[in-house]
């Protein structure tokens, strides 16, 4: 809301991502893209990817997917109807928060040709380029938006990894469907064990049968929703802001480290870290309060991560 309209980019936020119908009505005259994560940080919340990509295409725009918290190891946003992913490779892909970067994958399957009151709606790919030979992108076919990212972008930006950051991601990736899976496997039980514990108040984990998005899950045929899940202490009298930190400072095992994706167990508290800048309201929205711990659930002996958990609940009675 901030950084973007600097450079002439606007956005509309959606009210109800979970209906599709919300996205449509959320459309302006000019939008040119829907935008969601495939898992939403903090509250793990999952997209029905198949939906909103239908709601995309009758609005006449592509979906770009961040898959960032899922990974290619876990939903493949392409194969359920998405046109774009994104997706940090700082986080999962090189599973220690060492290298920095990101990648962008093209489906090649959107039409970028199309028109919306009889002017083009991408006229970048239809007009002329004058800085590489006059191509017009949309004459390539299904490799338009990839060269005009590679070109628009990493070459006139420079917006491009650097050699020791894409030597270090690379070394990740050998081990990333292996890790992904004891993440994920070691999240389920961190989930289970939360949602039976008397401190706290709820677990957002689409992975739950009581979650409001256990049925979208259950739809694209997920194993796992993610590792990265948020819950709320129940504080009774105590200031929950003192309470969560309380409970963060008693953990042992878990770094208080604002990344995701890392082998190590993480914990941070959202509303005073990662989201501190954002009014109450939008807190809301975002299902964060004051009372809400966020964990990046690692691969450490799943035994040994909820033996972390149980000690801070009790060092906090």
Do not use: M
């Amino acid at each position: 809301t901030v950084t973007l309209p600097r450079l002439g980019i606007t956005t509309s936020f959606v009210e109800d991502p979970d209906d599709p119908e919300s996205w449509t009505a959320a459309a302006q005259d000019n939008t040119v893209a829907f935008y969601g994560e495939t898992f939403a940080n903090p509250q793990a919340d999952v997209l029905d990817i198949p939906a909103i990509a239908d709601a995309a295409h009758r609005t006449g725009v592509p979906l770009i997917v961040d898959n960032t918290l899922a990974t290619a190891a876990l939903v493949r946003p392409l194969d359920l109807g998405a046109d774009v992913v994104v997706a940090s490779l700082t986080k999962f892909y090189t599973g220690n928060g060492s290298g920095l970067g990101g990648i962008l994958v093209d489906g090649g399957s959107f039409d970028w040709t199309q028109e919306r009151g009889g002017k083009p709606t991408f006229p970048g790919f239809v007009t002329p380029d004058p800085a590489y030979h006059g191509l017009k992108y949309a004459d390539l076919g299904p490799a338009a938006f990839g060269l005009k990212a590679r070109v628009g972008l990493l070459r006139d930006t420079g917006a491009c990894l650097s050699a020791l950051n894409a030597w270090v991601i690379a070394q990740g990736l050998d081990t990333l469907s292996l890790r992904v899976r004891q993440h994920n496997e070691n999240a389920k039980a961190v989930a289970e064990f939360l949602s039976q514990h008397p401190k706290v108040a709820k677990v957002n984990y689409a992975g739950l049968p009581d979650s409001p998005w256990y049925h979208v899950k259950e739809k694209l045929g997920l194993e796992y929703t993610g590792s990265v899940l948020t819950f709320d202490l129940a504080t009774g009298n105590e200031d929950p802001r003192e309470a969560a930190w309380r409970f963060i400072d008693k953990l042992r095992l878990h770094s208080n480290l604002a990344n995701v994706g890392d082998v190590r167990s993480l914990v941070v508290h959202p509303a005073t870290t990662t989201h501190s800048q954002s009014p109450e309201e939008d807190l809301a929205r975002g299902g964060i309060s004051q009372a809400t711990i966020r964990l990046s659930v690692g691969i450490e002996d799943a035994t040994d991560i909820i033996a972390d958990l149980s000690q801070a609940f009790d060092a906090i009675s």
